[in-house]
């Protein structure tokens, strides 16, 4: 692991077309136009499409409202140069949040728990993108449909 800035750490050792972060604290709108976003649009010059595995592990604490608008306006911008995004974490609020956005998002999204770790590290890596499919989920990991229990 290595670029450790601001509270988004780059992680090594995924190949040319996965951006690998780890979150750590609470993120800001700093985070997001220094570390992140020129990060992303670096490698969409360089391979076209990227697929995102995002961690979150129990050192991640949050969004400041600057970074929680960048994160939104993050994913609208370059919705169609992600080609897959695995999200790894425990905390229950972004594990709901990533079950309810998952469908307006126009590539496949794999949810894993931290001690699944390897496995998603798995399913980005391999996982190979095709163009032409529109939105979708992992099969192997979809999200459960939200019910009102009211």
């Known amino acids: 692991m290595t670029n450790a800035a601001q509270n988004f750490e780059i992680l ?3 190949a040319a077309d996965v951006l690998a972060v780890s979150a750590h604290g609470t993120l800001t709108r700093q985070d997001y136009e220094t570390v992140l976003i020129p990060k992303f649009e670096e490698m969409v010059r360089q391979e076209g499409k990227v ?3 995002c961690v979150f592990g129990d050192d991640f604490s949050g969004y400041s409202a600057g970074a929680a608008w960048d994160d939104t306006k993050f994913g609208f911008l370059h919705m ?3 080609a897959g995004v695995a999200v790894v974490t425990d905390n229950v609020w972004l594990r709901l949040g990533v079950k309810t956005f998952a469908p307006l998002i126009s590539c496949p999204v794999a949810l894993f728990h931290m001690n699944e770790l390897e496995d ?3 399913w980005i890596s391999e ?3 095709e ?3 529109g939105p979708g989920v992992s099969v192997e990991h979809k999200l459960p449909t ?3 229990k009211a």
């Open 146 to 148: 939200l019910e009102d």
């Open 120 to 122: 998603a590290q798995k």
């Open 131 to 133: 163009p032409e499919n």
């Open 51 to 53: 697929k995102l595995l």
């Open 127 to 129: 996982w190979e993108h």
């Open 12 to 14: 090594d050792g995924y």
């Open 80 to 82: 169609r140069e992600m």
